[in-house]
């Protein structure tokens, strides 16, 4: 993709704009698929055979050799050794004494790994952690995906609440589960009868990630992962009980439409009965929303949530399992790569520049790339990097995932340039002006001319 991508407009999470107001298909892996095999709908009227010629003795046909098969069709796949060494100087000058802090790579569209510092050591990626957790979201669910919150009716007249992590669920779509719920009857099938509802959600010890710091805990962006998550579970700091929380509001809108409850809490794991019966559901932005909160304002939430859409299973660890099993099926260098969480709050992920840059080059030739790209942050213009590279050649140039943990900074994404898009990864652990420094290393990469002249 040599041009820019036009801006799409991004929707804020309800989450951050209604708070105050509560007073509380694998990429390379999936063939095309087949066309319909349901057998053709017969013709209303008989239709008479032909006469058949008269039979004569079979003669076997003459074999004929079949072409080869064609060649699969190749992905550019990021290669081993440095092909730009001018580049790769003029990097080195940059960071200068502070290389021991850095991993750098840079890629083009063919493959060719233009430049690359220390490359393949490990690191702390922080949020860039995030262009996993959207890649994969993006492969598995498509660009047409949204997270739905579902109302049910159990046999025994039971309903129960079924969530998918939505980041956007508040107070107006709990209401209207509240007026839903007293509508439907309860024991005695009158809107004053008391309404059974089970609130399906994650057990306590699994609201947070194991490797986040509980600190993070206490802060919006820490705030714990459950199914159903009114505001993204943060006010102004996290909902420490957001269960609690939740089963206070519910309790609250149904005694405001007339009608009694009686609401417990019930294990989100358990399968629904296969006579359940839906009566309403409330479908999140899509999915191009979903991956702008993400990646664009980078938001811990929705990034885990996709995480966990994207392997299918809330449970964490199976789910970084199923992530790194689709990485690798990519073909993408896995080596010391380690994903721990979906949002690179958790301290124990560890990514190579190397492997971003790969990714970002695997990901420019899927079918959904520029879904995937527009979900970036752009430099001087929106999200993370609104506020960073105005006036430069950066400025709208910069699609890219910004990472900040105390002492890790990175930038990630993709670089317009003359002669098309470079794949950039930028990941400090440690330098002492990390922002400035990614800056200028960009506007090297954006210097097509240090490496013209390649085969």
């Known amino acids: 993709m040599a041009s820019p991508l036009p801006l799409r407009p991004l929707r804020r999470p309800v989450a951050l704009l209604a708070a105050a107001g509560l007073g509380l298909a694998p990429l390379g892996l999936s063939p095309i698929a087949p066309a319909s095999a349901e057998p053709a709908i017969a013709s209303a009227e008989p239709v008479l055979a032909p006469a058949l010629p008269p039979r004569r003795p079979l003669t076997p046909a003459p074999r004929l050799a079949l072409p080869p098969e064609p060649a699969p069709l190749a992905q550019p796949l990021l290669q081993s050794e440095v092909s730009c060494p001018t580049l790769q100087q003029r990097i080195a000058s940059v960071v200068g004494g502070e290389a021991w802090a850095w991993s750098i790579s840079v890629a083009d569209p063919s493959g060719r790994l233009l430049a690359d510092l220390n490359g393949t050591r490990p690191r702390i990626p922080a949020s860039n952690q995030k262009l996993v957790s959207t890649a994969f979201a993006l492969d598995r669910l498509g660009p047409d995906h949204r997270l739905t919150t579902q109302l049910w009716r159990l046999s025994d007249g039971t309903l129960r609440l079924v969530g998918q992590g939505d980041p956007d669920l508040a107070l107006p779509q709990l209401q209207r589960f509240a007026r839903l719920a007293v509508g439907s009857g309860g024991d005695g099938g009158s809107p004053a009868s008391t309404v059974r509802v089970q609130l399906a959600e994650e057990p306590a010890e699994a609201w947070w990630p194991q490797g986040w710091n509980p600190a993070d805990r206490a802060y919006a962006y820490g705030a714990p992962i459950t199914r159903l998550a009114l505001t993204s579970n943060a006010i102004d700091d996290a909902v420490s009980n957001p269960a609690a929380r939740l089963r206070t509001l519910m309790q609250r809108a149904i005694t405001k439409e007339g009608g009694q409850a009686k609401l417990e809490l019930v294990s989100a794991r358990a399968p629904l009965p296969g006579d359940a019966v839906l009566l309403h559901e409330e479908p999140s932005i899509d999915m191009h929303g979903l991956l702008s909160l993400a990646n664009t304002e980078s938001h811990n939430f929705t990034a885990e949530v996709l995480l966990r859409s994207a392997a299918g299973t809330w449970d964490l660890a199976e789910a970084s399992r199923r992530s790194t099993a689709w990485l690798t099926a990519q073909g ?80 990630s994404g993709v670089l317009q340039t003359a002669d098309g898009p470079r794949y950039v990864s930028a990941i400090s652990n440690g330098a002492s002006q990390p922002n400035t420094t990614i800056g200028q290393i960009f506007r090297q990469v954006q210097n097509t001319q240090l490496c013209q002249g390649l085969n």
Do not use: C, E, W
Not at 334 to 349: F, Y
Not at 359 to 383: I, N, W
């Open 332 to 411: 993408l260098p896995m080596q010391g790569v380690r994903i721990a969480d979906g949002s690179g709050l958790d301290r124990s992920n560890r990514l190579t520049s190397r492997f971003l840059a790969a990714l970002l080059l695997r990901m420019d030739q899927h079918p959904f790339s520029r879904d995937y790209q527009a979900s970036m942050a752009v430099a001087g213009k929106r999200g993370t990097l609104r506020n960073l590279y105005i006036g430069t050649s950066l400025d709208g140039r910069l699609f890219a995932k910004t990472g900040t943990l105390t002492g890790v900074r990175a930038i």
